[in-house]
């Protein structure tokens, strides 16, 4: 670990690299689907997202997006603190005032669907949610749905419908219901864009299983 005042001097590129590094070197080899590229991706909406919506801290947006899962409560056993408090701790090695940190944990510790969706209440929380939950839409969305199911044994589909637990079931439990839980208008509208296509997929989908196609 570096001398406390090295990192006490830096500016907000070095702390956003600074924290690329880390959260990559953590997140590495995960084969849930929170792998760095998720993280990758999210900050790329996340930016982009940013740039639309007016009076919105791209670094909070930024540093949000990075450590959105850097502690998964899947993987600590449902200890839903665990991502706030992981962030909390990596923040306070930098020169950020209480206020910039409480906002980038507070992130972390909301952002989760499966915690009921407690609404966020800054605009940069709305904004890496967006980000977060377009991941589970489009072609990538199915990627991930099926890399997931993988990861945890689950079968594609079950026809006769005895195994609630398949990834197209996964589709009707929570990815067609994702677009209505937008926060921005630029998300909404790219969460519509990619929902259509996972309602294209599942057509196919049964086309083939079918044999029609
Ligand atoms: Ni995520």
């Known amino acids: 670990m570096p001398l406390k005042n090295l990192w006490h001097n830096m500016n907000k590129a070095e702390i956003i690299y600074e924290t690329e590094k880390y959260v990559q070197?953590?997140?590495?080899?995960?084969?849930?689907?929170?792998?760095?590229?998720?993280i990758d991706q999210v900050r790329k909406h996340a930016l982009k997202i940013a740039q639309a919506e007016k009076d919105s801290d791209q670094f909070i947006v930024e540093m949000a997006a990075l450590l959105h899962d850097i502690a998964d409560h899947?993987?600590?056993?449902?200890?839903?603190?665990?991502?706030?408090?992981?962030?909390?701790?990596?923040l306070s090695q930098f020169d950020?005032?209480?206020?910039?940190?409480?906002?980038?944990?507070?992130?972390v510790g909301n952002i989760s669907f499966s915690k009921g969706g407690e609404p966020m209440h800054t605009k940069e929380g709305m904004i890496v949610q967006d980000a977060d939950?377009?991941?589970a839409l489009g072609a990538i969305g199915v990627a991930r749905c099926f890399a997931y199911g993988g990861n945890k044994q689950r079968l594609i589909y079950?026809?006769?419908?005895?195994?609630?637990?398949?990834?197209?079931?996964h589709f009707y439990d929570k990815l067609l219901k994702v677009k209505d839980f937008m926060n921005t208008?630029?998300?909404?509208?790219?969460?519509k864009e990619?929902?259509?296509?996972l309602e294209s997929f599942l057509e196919q989908?049964?086309?083939?299983?079918?044999?029609?196609?």
């Open 158 to 169: 079950d026809p006769l419908g005895r195994d609630q637990s398949t990834s197209i079931q």
């Open 205 to 213: 989908f049964y086309a083939e299983w079918e044999g029609n196609k």
């Open 74 to 90: 899947k993987a600590h056993n449902g200890d839903y603190e665990i991502g706030e408090k992981t962030a909390r701790e990596w």
């Open 25 to 38: 070197s953590v997140l590495e080899g995960d084969g849930s689907g929170h792998d760095w590229w998720h």
């Open 194 to 197: 990619r929902h259509q296509f």
């Open 185 to 191: 208008e630029m998300g909404s509208r790219l969460a």
């Open 133 to 135: 939950r377009l991941e």
């Open 96 to 107: 950020l005032d209480e206020q910039q940190i409480n906002e980038i944990a507070e992130i």
